[in-house]
């Protein structure tokens, strides 16, 4: 009947004194800078009505695309005015920007070699 009542002690003590690190704002801010700089640099792909084209990861939009925090291209989507929403750029490229301009881990084996 103790240890049942020593149990319960020690969880209520340990939940209300640790810290929630759940409850912290994990959400990461881009700038407006940021922003400013992934459209300058990326324009041709994300400017709404051009077709669409690759784009490197050594290029200098995705080394934009890094400079924000996480890649977070949400971010930056949530900057742009409704206006150039709806005319100036396609949100749709500008989200594909995180996944384009991921980094290849440099431990990654080399594919399509063949090893005698």
Request: proline share 5%; with cysteine.
């Amino acid at each position: 009947m103790f240890s049942w009542k020593l149990t319960i002690l020690i969880l209520i003590l340990c939940s209300t004194t640790s810290p929630h690190l759940v409850t912290g704002n994990t959400k990461s801010k881009c700038t407006l800078k940021q922003k400013e700089t992934v459209l300058l640099h990326c324009i041709a792909f994300t400017e709404r009505g051009t077709p669409p084209i690759s784009v490197h990861r050594d290029s200098v939009c995705c080394e934009a695309v890094r400079a924000v925090p996480n890649r977070e291209m949400r971010c930056i989507v949530e900057l742009l005015t409704d206006e150039e929403k709806k005319k100036k750029y396609d949100v749709h490229r500008i989200l594909a920007l995180k996944l384009i301009c991921e980094q290849r881990s440099p431990l990654a084996p080399k594919q399509n070699k063949i090893m005698m």
